[in-house]
C-alpha cells in the first residue's frame, strides 16, 4: 500500500521512472502473495503512468491485462474500472468512437450493479467524448444525466441522520 502511494506521488511530480518502478514492485508483490485483484489494481496504476508518459501502446497493455484479471475474479467494480481507464486511454489518444465503447461497457456494469458514483463517472466519460467529437447535444444529455445522478445522491445522503457526538 505505501509503496503504490508512493508510486502515485511520483507520478504527481512527473518521476515517471520512479513511478513504474514502484508499481512494477507492487505487481510483483501481488503476485508473490497470490493477491489478484491488487495485481489488477497496481497494473491499471502502471497503466496511468503510461498514459502520463504518452505511452499509449504501454497503457493499453496494462488496462487490458488489469481488466482480464478482473473478469478472471468475476468482479464487476474491477471490470468498470478497468474499462473506465481504457476509455480514458483512447481519449488521451483522439479516439473518441473507441472510448465510447468503453465507457458505455462501464455505463452498462454499473447500471447492473447499481453503483451510482460508477454510474456517474461513464456519463462523465461519455460526455466528454461526445463532446471532443463534437456531438455537443448528446454530451448535453450525458452530463445531465451525471447531474441529475449526484443530484440524487446528494439528496440520499441530506437525508440520511446526523449522529452527535457526546461532547455535541
Same mark, same amino acid.
Given at each position: ?50 498514459? /502520463? ?56 456494469? /454499473? ?27 448528446? /454530451? ?29
Amino acid at each position: 500500500m505505501a509503496l503504490s502511494s508512493l508510486g502515485h506521488v511520483y507520478t504527481a511530480i512527473g518521476d515517471y521512472p520512479n513511478a513504474l518502478a514502484s508499481h512494477k514492485q507492487c505487481v510483483l508483490l501481488a503476485k508473490q502473495s497470490k493477491d489478484q485483484l491488487s495485481e489488477a489494481r497496481e497494473l491499471g496504476n502502471m497503466g496511468a503512468v503510461y498514459i /502520463a508518459m504518452g505511452d499509449f501502446e504501454n497503457a493499453v497493455q496494462c488496462h487490458e491485462q488489469h481488466l482480464g484479471i478482473a473478469k478472471a475474479l468475476e468482479n464487476k467494480r474491477e471490470e468498470a474500472r478497468a474499462y473506465s481507464n481504457l476509455g480514458s486511454a483512447y481519449h488521451y489518444h483522439r479516439n473518441f468512437d473507441k472510448a465510447m465503447s468503453y465507457h458505455t461497457h462501464v455505463l452498462e456494469l /454499473a447500471q447492473e450493479l447499481e453503483e451510482k458514483s460508477i454510474e456517474m463517472r461513464a456519463y462523465a466519460g461519455l460526455g466528454h467524448a461526445a463532446r471532443c467529437m463534437q456531438d455537443l447535444e448528446r /454530451a448535453k444529455q450525458y452530463h445531465e444525466q451525471q447531474l441529475s445522478i449526484a443530484e440524487g445522491v446528494r439528496i440520499t445522503y441530506a437525508s440520511q441522520p446526523t449522529f452527535q457526538t457526546a461532547a455535541g
